[in-house]
């Protein structure tokens, strides 16, 4: 009869991880992370976020020279 798998996995010697073990996992999964989120910001957010800000900023100066706001043709469809 074959022993139980359990069993010969019990009697097995398992080696301790390496002392910075954890140290060298963490400063690869945050570097990782830390890419991720800087190619999002970079590629996504700035980019959304200067187009929202030059909107108001030439509907500003649009009011400041004519007196009058007028919205562009895609807010008035909505």
Known sequence: MQ??????LADLE??????????QLHQRVNRSLTTGQMIDLFAGALPFAAVTFGRAFVGLVTL???GRYEPNSRSRRR
Do not use: G, I, K, Q
């Open 64 to 66: 400041s020279l004519t």
């Open 3 to 8: 022993p139980d798998l359990f069993d010969s």
């Open 14 to 23: 398992v080696p301790a991880p390496p002392e910075r073990f954890d140290e």
